[in-house]
């Protein structure tokens, strides 16, 4: 499967953004997403991920409560809606595909097989 992330920008603090994660190749209902992030200088970072159906989310604790991970299998995407963000948020935010079953919802890096390009999301103060 080919993933590819959109919707990053320039946003001032406080604002929203929703990043778009569009898969083709296979079947995208079969695949965990999960979203992460990378800033300049840092590791790559877990920060949302959801399962095949969408009934299991699970969210990195800097994010809770801020970011809704979702997806729409009919689309073939799935969504990270972020509100108030914060200039710690700046980074360039991956999506990936993972094939582990129903219920399959890594938070690690290595659980994904499938990986996009990233978009950059800058959040000035």
């Known amino acids: 499967v080919q993933l590819q992330a959109s919707g990053g920008g320039l946003v001032q603090a406080g604002g929203s953004l929703r990043l778009s994660c569009v898969a083709s190749?296979?079947?995208?209902?079969?695949?965990?997403v999960g979203w992460f992030r990378q800033a300049p200088g840092k590791e790559r970072e877990f920060v949302s991920t959801?399962?095949?159906?969408?009934?299991?989310?699970y969210y990195a604790d800097s994010v809770k409560g801020r970011f809704t991970i979702s997806r729409d299998n009919a689309k073939n995407t799935a969504y990270l809606q972020m509100n108030s963000l914060k200039p710690e948020d700046t980074a360039l935010y991956y999506c990936?595909?993972?094939?582990?079953?129903?219920?399959?919802?890594?938070?690690?890096?290595?659980?994904?097989?499938?990986w996009g390009k990233g978009t950059q999301v800058t959040v000035s103060s």
């Open positions: 190749g296979r079947a995208f209902n079969i695949y965990t």
């Open positions: 990936a595909a993972g094939d582990g079953g129903a219920l399959y919802t890594p938070r690690t890096s290595d659980g994904y097989d499938y």
């Open positions: 959801i399962s095949l159906s969408g009934f299991r989310t």
